[in-house]
């Protein structure tokens, strides 16, 4: 099975929709869609995350339907250095989040107190518990850190939603800290990522992750991807996100 998570295109936050920016990109995502070969569509009840499904869809019969837990994880978060401000859980400096061990522990990373104080772990337990009930209902059930192909199958699913819940959601199927993805991955608006089933043995399923970000639907009508998410290539590019 194929799993797809389409980031949403360039945001306007404020109004949860799309830029002008965001627009283009999304009518630029749109041929590469029927192409995917999907038979089910989900979409975040966020706005923009719908407005960039609605365009990229458009002409297509299917509908996507909206799931709660692919709304973006962005519990409010005080982190050591802005104790009074609130940030989304991967808003962290390096010189912070790189000294804590156990934020690059799978099983840990939760128990750090900044995440302690924030619920994290609560969060996350719903939004995992939700994916791997979705995964148990299309045939593959979590055991351990592997999964079960109890009715294994090569459908491809596709999911519009955001960049830190699909580190997220990544995380979970590889296993390890959503820390290392946040910050040492990024993926811009409306590009693709793809995780599939590998069932080297009867049964025994690890899932792989075949491509992150990929923008090549913007490159191939000669744009360039959106900034959104990036920070500053050198700290003297004063046009870039500090």
């Known amino acids: 099975m194929k799993l797809i998570f389409i980031r949403h295109g360039d945001p306007d936050y404020r109004n949860d929709s799309l830029t002008e920016q965001g627009e283009r990109e999304a009518k630029l995502l749109a041929p590469r869609i029927p192409k995917l070969g999907a038979k089910e569509y989900y979409v975040s009840p966020l706005g923009r995350a719908q407005r960039t499904a609605r365009i990229a869809m458009e002409g297509l019969s299917e509908k996507p339907e909206t799931l709660w837990w692919l709304e973006e994880f962005s519990p409010p978060t005080r982190r ?3 104790p009074d401000k609130d940030h989304v859980p991967w808003d962290w400096y390096p010189q912070h989040w790189t000294t804590e061990d156990i934020l690059y522990q799978e099983e840990h990373w939760t128990e750090h107190p900044v995440f302690v104080k924030a619920g994290i772990a609560e969060k996350h337990g719903k939004v995992i518990r939700e994916l791997d009930s ?18 294994a199958n090569n459908d491809t699913i596709v999911f519009f939603c955001h960049f830190g819940l699909t580190c997220l959601v990544l995380s979970h199927l590889i296993g390890t800290s959503p ?11 409306t590009s693709v990522t793809t995780v599939v089933s590998e069932e080297r043995t009867e049964g025994n399923v690890q899932w792989r992750c075949t491509a992150f970000g990929d ?3 913007l490159y ?23």
Not at 181 to 187: K, N, T
Not at 220 to 242: I, K, L, V, Y
Request: with cysteine; glycine share 8%.
């Open 80 to 82: 050591p250095d802005s």
């Open 134 to 151: 979705f995964l148990q209902a299309h045939g593959y059930e979590r055991e351990g850190r592997m999964y079960k192909a109890v009715a």
């Open 179 to 189: 820390m290392i993805l946040w910050q040492g991955f990024i993926s811009a608006p």
């Open 215 to 217: 923008t090549s639907h």
């Open 220 to 242: 191939a009508a000669d744009t360039f991807p959106g900034f959104s998410g990036r920070f500053c290539e050198c700290f003297s590019n004063a046009d870039e996100r500090h």
